[in-house]
């Protein structure tokens, strides 16, 4: 089946550091490939998406590029805030077994610090 | 109005208890989801609405009843639950079930069992 493995957190930076957060996937045929971002006592909010191989999703100055040679869709910000500090997850959209299934990594915790 | 609301967004009860959980979504979307999201685990599909129609349920247990009365309303009612179904409880919603579209998330009811 469709899994997503991304790095374990927590992923402690000072303000203004470049983030990476890691996100592999395994998938059978063309998944979709989002980012979604979870505020403390929020749902998800959906952060980025690319549909296709070579496709960059950016917003809010993180960006994502889906690379299907790798199997990956790293997130990165140039400069963090404190306000970033969230939990990020990876997520595809694949077929899987039949069914039309939203699968997601269990989350990365980004903590920035002033 | 946000797009995706849920109430209660904490509930406390107890083994023999039943309870229900609300989700209206405002977004004008067909297809609506509830997750299950437990400390350090990857969120859990557990059922999947299109058109008012059930179309996924993951191995739910039957204590955990979903209803879809309408495009905009799903519900999730509860009975005779498990200590371990403590967890946050995630309603979204989509338009069409197809794999590029993002699904949006309400922000979750906090369910503990006592």
């Known amino acids: 089946g469709n899994s997503v493995t991304q790095m374990e957190g927590p992923v402690t930076l000072s303000e203004e550091a470049f983030l990476t957060i890691n996100c592999t996937y395994t998938?059978?045929?063309?998944?979709?490939l989002f980012w979604y971002v979870q505020y403390p006592g929020e749902g998800l909010q959906l952060l980025l998406k690319?549909?296709?191989?070579?496709d960059k999703g950016s917003n809010k100055g993180f960006e994502a590029t889906y690379r299907k040679e790798t199997t990956s869709f790293h997130l990165e910000k140039g400069s963090v805030q404190v306000s970033d500090s969230a939990v990020y997850f990876c997520?595809?959209?694949?077929?899987?077994?039949?069914?039309?299934?939203?699968?997601f990594g269990s989350g990365t915790r980004l903590q920035v610090q002033p | 109005e946000t797009g995706v609301t849920q109430t209660p967004r904490h509930l406390v009860m107890g083994m023999t208890n039943k309870k229900s959980l609300k989700c209206e979504q405002h977004l004008g979307h067909n297809a609506m989801y509830w997750y299950k999201q437990s400390a350090k685990k990857p969120l859990e599909l557990m059922f999947v609405?299109?058109?008012?129609?059930?179309?996924e349920n993951n191995s739910v247990p039957s204590r955990f009843s979903p209803e879809c009365p309408n495009s905009s309303h799903l519900f999730l009612h509860l009975h005779t639950l498990q200590p371990e179904d403590s967890a946050l409880y995630l309603c979204?919603?989509?338009?069409?079930?197809?794999?590029?579209?993002?699904?949006?998330f309400g922000d979750g009811t906090r369910l503990s069992i006592l």
């Open positions: 998938a059978t045929g063309y998944p979709s």
């Open positions: 690319a549909t296709k191989a070579d």
């Open positions: 979204a919603s989509s338009q069409g079930t197809g794999l590029n579209q993002p699904q949006h």
């Open positions: 997520a595809l959209s694949a077929l899987d077994t039949g069914r039309r299934a939203l699968t």
């Open positions: 609405y299109s058109l008012e129609e059930r179309v």
